[in-house]
């Protein structure tokens, strides 16, 4: 039997994972996010642009905004940011002026996601990509099929 660390950037991912299936319980694109520091979560949330009524309600701008007033700082330097999917071009822009030490996502995402259009992020922070990649994409995947149908 494998044993999942509670530190690991899987067991982090996991708790993205879960935000994103609260937004698709929503109706919402299926993105969720959160923050940690020191191996604990400070912020979590999912995408909620059509329950908020706002464009900028994306999972990572939710996440960042909470992980900012936890920490009353608006730099997040010691904080990793969890993302079931690539961050868009905003989430990069803000995740940016945060100054994240570190990014994970699970899947890419080619249409919109900020490598596009180059690295956006900061200099200092890391980028880790394809943790639980499958799951993740499998989750956009269905919510987009049901759209369709």
């Known amino acids: 039997m494998e044993f999942l660390s509670v530190h690991s950037d899987?067991?982090?991912?996991r708790e993205a994972y879960r935000q994103a299936q609260y937004a698709?319980?929503?109706?919402?694109i299926p993105?969720?996010?959160?923050v940690v520091c020191?191996?604990?979560?400070?912020?979590?949330?999912?995408n909620q642009t059509e329950k908020l009524n706002d464009v900028t309600a994306h999972a990572e701008m939710l996440a960042l905004t909470a992980a900012s007033n936890y920490m009353s700082n608006k730099y997040l330097?010691?904080?990793?940011?969890?993302?079931t999917v690539e961050p868009c071009v905003m989430c990069a822009g803000a995740s940016y002026w945060a100054q994240l030490k570190?990014?994970?996502y699970g899947?890419?995402?080619p249409k919109r996601g900020y490598r596009r259009v180059g690295n956006l992020l900061h200099p200092k922070t890391e980028m880790v990509s394809g943790i639980m990649a499958?799951?993740?994409?499998?989750?956009m995947a269905s919510f987009f099929a049901n759209k369709r149908n």
């Open 107 to 109: 899947s890419p995402e």
């Open 102 to 104: 570190r990014i994970v």
């Open 24 to 28: 698709l319980e929503e109706d919402e």
């Open 134 to 139: 499958q799951e993740c994409a499998d989750l």
């Open 77 to 83: 330097h010691d904080c990793t940011l969890y993302v």
């Open 38 to 46: 020191n191996n604990r979560i400070i912020a979590k949330a999912y």
């Open 31 to 34: 993105i969720g996010a959160v």
């Open 10 to 13: 899987e067991h982090f991912m």
